[in-house]
């Protein structure tokens, strides 16, 4: 049996967490990074250094497009719309926060399944393999536990993507082949995310969480709350905080 999967990399923790998992399980593994016009590139520079630490196939898509589209979102426009600051995780988990991109995930799923599905049908109609022998796997990184109330970080929602790519799909309707969707760390704390990293040997030093592309983490934005709270209930210093203050030492 041959496993091909895609997985969606943003080069922040969880999506480093999960990627590292996929490799583990699948034979031919690409990570795909958008720059889909966010307000830095910092995540996409650290995406690429972690498929290269991770031995990966990387593809970087520019879809910056996508920010004249989902231009209602502090990520895509944060010049009309400040990123909230030093709230707390009850605030974060009352209301959809200002940082959701409209529909970012929904085409996001879209893009990498197409990409999948690529690779699949090309191993089937032109390398002659058997779909009997195939097993395609799409891997995101949502979290429906410790998060900022974003609707598309839900079970639910990815219940019924799972059913739209499947009906949608050559891969399914002419092959019987699903496009399973992974979310592997979609019921798992932030704490219980890190001591997964940890486990898998990712490499969480070189991911990024701020919101913001600065030389250091803001420390106050919603993602760096979140990613501080996970490593200190895990007992954990974050390794990314140890490279940085590292770096600092050295060029002293």
Known sequence: MESYG????????????????????????????????????????????????LGIQHQLLDISFLGRVAWYSALTSPEYFPIPRDRSTEQMGFSIPITYVPLRNTIFLALSAAYLESQVLYAIEVEGMTSKQMVARLFMAPNAIDYSGYPDCRPEYYKKMRQALQYGSKMWTQYQ????????IINLSKAEIVHLGIELNAPLEYTWSCYQGSSAPCGRCDSC????????????????????????????
């Open 177 to 184: 082949i699903p496009i399973e969707v992974e979310t592997p």
């Open 6 to 53: 895609v997985t969606l990399l943003s080069g922040g923790l969880d999506s480093t967490t999960v990627t590292a998992y996929a490799r583990t399980i699948t034979d031919h593994l690409t990570a795909i990074t958008f720059y889909y016009g966010q307000s830095h590139s910092k995540e996409v520079e650290c995406a690429r250094k972690i498929a290269e630490v």
């Open 225 to 252: 709350i979140l990613r501080a709270k996970g490593f200190q209930e895990a007992g954990h210093q974050d390794p990314l905080l140890l490279r940085l203050r590292k770096a600092q030492e050295c060029s002293e």
